[in-house]
């Protein structure tokens, strides 16, 4: 069973990343990859696109099909 580090509960970190509608910081856990924004409740993206979805064979299953298909899909667009 091998996991992304990042996914690891024991590591948990916060980190902000501005809102893209508001431009606020929004409070991530390093173990969530997208929330509401708390001011505009607009979808935050931790990252565009995880960076462990270019390199992690396990990305599929750690995120999950749909999440998987739509970040693979933003990193082709780039
Ligand atoms: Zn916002």
Same mark, same amino acid.
């Given at each position: 069973?091998?996991? @992304? %580090?990042?996914?690891?509960?024991?590591?948990?970190?916060?980190?902000?990343?501005? &809102?893209? =509608?508001?431009? *606020?910081?929004?409070?991530?856990?390093?173990?969530?990859?997208?929330?509401? @924004? %708390?001011?505009?409740?607009?979808?935050?993206?931790?990252?565009?696109?995880?960076? &462990?979805? =270019?390199?992690? *064979?396990?990305?599929?299953?750690?995120?999950?099909?749909?999440?998987?298909?739509?970040?693979?899909?933003?990193?082709?667009?780039?």
């Amino acid at each position: 069973m091998s996991r @992304c %580090p990042g996914q690891d509960m024991r590591n948990l970190t916060i980190s902000y990343h501005p &809102c893209p =509608e508001c431009g *606020k910081p929004v409070e991530f856990f390093s173990d969530e990859m997208r929330l509401h @924004c %708390p001011h505009c409740r607009a979808w935050v993206h931790r990252d565009r696109a995880p960076s &462990c979805i =270019e390199w992690c *064979k396990g990305a599929k299953e750690c995120l999950g099909a749909e999440l998987y298909a739509k970040l693979a899909g933003e990193i082709k667009k780039k």
